[in-house]
């Protein structure tokens, strides 16, 4: 009889951890999809600034057409983007750099430097870019220890029984540092 009621004990307790063990990954799987919304909404904060930066930008650097031709293009496929991280990344590294393009003409043209509309949106995005750093770290940060308990034992049993996936991380680099960076100029 003693047996037998250790026997259940043991089992009551490996049940109740496994348990705890699927609604903790629950937990951080929501905490992802949030952080993850997080992200998709800084993301289209930028998206809403770049149509009026490059409407000013047009205004002074005319003849810049492929710039510009390109900025919105990469919009057009990072706003049309859909899925997770993995999928959002590539749209958004090809945005960022056409943002970095877009951004350097202020060096070709003084006028668009001292511009306080461009100006303006350049402090928008820059703000923006902070945003979207932040919560990308946030992000990650939370794949990271949603990873680690989707790989580590005996937590990985409960993962792989209940199909819990590892998830990816989002890595972008920032379309720019500071709103006032100098420009170099060698020559």
């Known amino acids: 009889m003693v047996v037998l009621l250790v ?5 009551l307790l490996l049940v109740l951890a496994a348990l705890f063990s699927y609604n903790r990954f629950v937990r951080q799987r929501q905490l992802v999809d949030n ?29 810049e057409r492929e710039t510009l031709e390109a900025v919105v293009q990469a919009r057009r496929d ?18 960022v750099d056409a943002l970095k393009q877009l ?22 995005l820059t703000v923006t870019e902070d ?3 932040a919560a990308r770290r946030f992000y990650n940060a939370n794949v ?5 308990r989707v790989e ?14 590892k998830r990816d991380y ?14 170099i100029d060698l020559s």
């Open 7 to 11: 026997v259940l004990g043991v089992i």
């Open 35 to 63: 952080s993850w919304s997080n992200v998709d909404t800084e993301l289209k904060r930028r998206y809403e600034l770049i149509p009026n930066l490059v409407a000013t930008v047009k205004g002074y650097a005319a003849h």
């Open 78 to 95: 990072a706003v049309d983007a859909r899925g997770g991280a993995s999928q959002q990344a590539v749209p958004e590294n090809v945005l």
């Open 103 to 124: 951004l350097a003409l202020r060096e070709a043209y003084p006028d668009l430097k001292a511009n306080t509309q461009f100006l303006d949106l350049q402090q928008q």
């Open 131 to 133: 945003r979207i750093q």
């Open 144 to 148: 990271r220890d949603y990873n680690t």
């Open 152 to 165: 580590s034992f005996p937590s990985m049993l409960i993962a792989s029984f209940a199909r819990f996936e």
């Open 170 to 183: 989002f890595e972008v680099e920032p379309a720019i540092r500071t709103a006032d960076a100098p420009g």
